[in-house]
């Protein structure tokens, strides 16, 4: 769901219309205007290019065969729009390959288990590859059980969580997953930062009246914005469109600089999401007897370990899709009756701009920015 | 997690410590202040007479025996001090078994399983009690399974929703629940309520130093104030602490009398708790193969019918208790360490405040307002 102020990564319509639109200052390419990761030239590339390019990034970085799988996950994340967590991190995986913090021949394996409770550990392989494996065991689990969970320690950033949403929702799953971070998040009544902003993905099947697989597809970390967002409204000279944190007199502000002086970032919900944030993080470091937040050093090319949690439902063992698809027909519907602040802007459901962004997306090309793309060639170099 | 200016209703700790000096206008009882829901008069009364009077007014409602546990979920909320979801509710609970929108005697019941995930309907019976019997029968799941879950469908208000998380937590099982309610909310870019506050709660098993059992347990709704805390702030003239919705002009504002006069309350978080909220409810509506938010009417007194989720996960199936509350204290730990906003208020787990309140109502007496005392026993008359 958005307002037109939204500075939500996942809905980059605006922009990637305006990326049809040429500028004088980008070389005549286009250029994409709106959207908080956009003050860059942006440059449109197929689909399978940018799936190529990144595998044989991938495999020069040592990934072998399964360079494939997880340049899919990369080239799909920047299908989808969400630009933060796709190409853009290509370098620094590149770069904790290199420091030996992350093995790119490990794999996931399972520790131990329990019925449909299961342990694995990603022995701080690929964190992406480590996650669509261990989502791929819970939907297993799932299939047997009615539902199931895969508990994941040591293993290292899963890029974007969604993918994993995605993942399951697709295949008839509805799923549950959340990762822990290094602390990045002041909790609630406190000025230095001690809980992660550990991302939660919540996704539900479902297909759109002409039967094609449109999922719910919800991808929030517990900060209201993230460093890099702060930073981008700051290069542009604007301010946030909410609060965002703390200024030094402790007041809420909406200017993104003060919030990099204070490293007082806001948690969604305040309170609310300063304790959501602390459970997901003592819950994952639990089931998966992992790392929990308190144990990452602040360096990011040293965050490795993280503890992460796949649960899978399949409720299609109970109700016939078609009755699981008129009661998600019936709720967004619904919510398509909300009177819109602004007149043409329905409010949308999590996934719904996604979807709009991918079909754009593979018809035209997969929007990039260029100083992204740029370093991705030097990978390949 | 709190600051002192948290208008949190699991945090009363200040305004229990002004509950022992008495106030003229209070008859010379004592007066609570400093809490949201303490602009009246407060009394003390011991559990034992508390859970007893709750036990007459059911029975003479028609619980029969199971009425018994039903005040004994009731009088524990006043003990933790949610003075919203206690004794303050049981009226309308007994209006709504009175307009028969609550069956009395109504029990609930498996409707269909498939491995560890599990159908039930609520018949309409007692909320609480549908509540308490699903997380009872995921808990057994969850021993069984390693983790286990019950959809709840045509259930009724379960009263206080973290009830549930300590049922799990004290007896080994982290668990997950939540429950869909009537459209209170606009979604995320809209005017008008087409989301419900959707009530989440996270609860992890653990136990203190001292070998006691000292469960973290969220409990949120995806409001980021209830009405019940605007017109609390309103009575007493104040501002909110933070903006809590919006006003005629369409700015975030401070002022709840504004906020009620839009119905426009913000959702934690923004867009994102716009987007949890929705897909809480989808989820429950699925998996319950019950009612969604938009299948409710607005008057609260027909909310019935409600989808709920009951996850419950066993760790200990895995991993010793002592290595589960080496992992939770270390977490702790760390937490309270973060720099304090006001010097000597430490950031606090979520749970952390409820231990404390628990330990002063036992000793104390459970404070409880006095005119929903008043309510009650004329209940009894």
Not at 137 to 144: G, T, V, W
Not at 281 to 288: H, T, Y
């Given at each position: 769901m958005r307002a037109s102020n939204e500075p939500q990564r996942n809905t980059a319509a605006a922009a990637s219309a305006s990326l049809t639109s040429s500028d004088a200052s980008c070389g005549g390419r286009v250029f994409a205007t709106g959207a908080v990761s956009s003050n860059v030239c942006m440059i449109r590339?197929?689909?399978g290019e940018l799936r190529g390019r990144i595998e044989r990034v991938l495999l020069k970085l040592g990934l072998g065969h399964r360079s494939r799988l997880a340049a899919q996950l990369i080239a799909e994340t920047d299908r989808d729009g969400v630009r933060t967590h796709g190409i853009a991190r290509v370098p620094r995986f590149a770069e904790m390959v290199r420091l030996g913090r992350i093995d790119p021949r490990a794999e996931p394996k399972r520790v131990s288990n329990f019925g449909a409770l299961e342990r694995w550990t990603g022995h701080r392989g690929p964190g992406n590859l480590a996650a669509h494996a261990a989502m791929a065991?819970?939907?297993?689990?799932?299939?047997?059980n009615g539902l199931g969970a895969v508990a994941l320690a040591d293993t290292t950033h899963w890029m974007r969580g969604g993918s994993y949403g995605w993942q399951a929702a697709e295949a008839g799953f509805a799923a549950m997953c959340?990762?822990?971070t290094l602390p990045n998040l002041p909790p609630w009544g406190a000025t230095t930062p001690a809980v992660g902003n550990n991302p939660l993905v919540i996704a539900v099947p479902r297909h759109d009246a002409a039967g094609?697989?449109?999922p719910i597809v919800l991808d929030i970390a517990m900060s209201q914005f993230s460093y890099g967002t702060l930073s981008a409204y700051r290069e542009r000279g604007e301010l946030l469109p909410f609060p965002g944190g703390f200024d030094e007199r402790g007041d809420l502000t909406r200017d993104p600089a003060a919030i990099e002086r204070t490293q007082r970032a806001l948690p969604i919900g305040l309170?609310?999401?300063s304790?959501?944030?602390f459970v997901l993080?003592?819950?994952?470091?639990?089931?998966?007897d992992g790392r929990a937040t308190y144990e990452f050093p602040s360096d990011p090319l040293q965050e490795v370990g993280q503890s992460q949690i796949f649960l899978a439902l399949a409720p299609s063992a109970l109700t016939s899709m078609e009755e699981l698809d008129r009661i998600a027909a019936g709720a967004i519907d619904f919510l398509h009756t909300a009177t819109p602040i602004e007149p043409g802007h329905t409010a949308r459901y999590p996934g719904e701009g996604t979807l709009r962004i991918r079909e754009e997306s593979l018809r035209l090309g997969v929007a990039v920015e260029e100083?992204?793309?740029k370093a991705l060639l030097q990978l390949d170099a």
């Open positions: 590339v197929s689909f065991r819970a939907m297993a689990l799932a299939r047997e959340w990762t822990n094609r697989s449109a309170w609310k999401g304790g959501l944030a993080d003592v819950l994952a470091a639990m089931l998966a100083p992204a793309w």
